[in-house]
C-alpha cells in the first residue's frame, strides 16, 4: 500500500503545472489565471488552506520544471 501511494503522489507531482502556489492564489482571490486559463469568478477563501500543500510540491517539483524548461529552451520551442 504504501508502494502505491508514493507511485500516486509521484504521478501528481509530475503532472503538476508547477506554479501550483500561484493557481490557488488567484483562485482564493477570483482573479484569472494565464496559467490555467480559468476566468474570474467570485473570490473562494477556501483555496488559501491549500497552500501548505502547493508550496512543497512546487519545491518538490521544481526540478522537473527546470530540467523541462532548459529543454524546451534548447530548442526554440515557445514556453
Do not use: W
Not at 504504501?2 to 507531482?13: D, E
Not at 483555496?47 to 522537473?64: E, K
Request: proline letters at 10%; hydrophobic letters at 40%.
Amino acid at each position: 500500500m504504501r508502494t502505491v501511494s508514493a507511485i500516486l503522489l509521484f504521478a501528481l507531482l509530475i503532472s503538476s503545472s508547477g506554479c501550483m502556489t500561484y493557481s490557488s492564489v488567484q483562485r482564493a482571490k477570483g482573479k484569472p489565471n494565464v496559467v490555467t486559463g480559468h476566468n474570474p469568478t467570485e473570490p473562494h477563501p477556501g483555496y488559501y488552506a491549500l497552500l501548505p500543500l502547493a508550496v512543497p510540491a512546487d519545491i518538490a517539483t521544481s526540478p522537473f520544471q527546470l530540467l523541462l524548461y532548459v529543454l524546451l529552451s534548447s530548442s526554440n520551442t515557445p514556453l
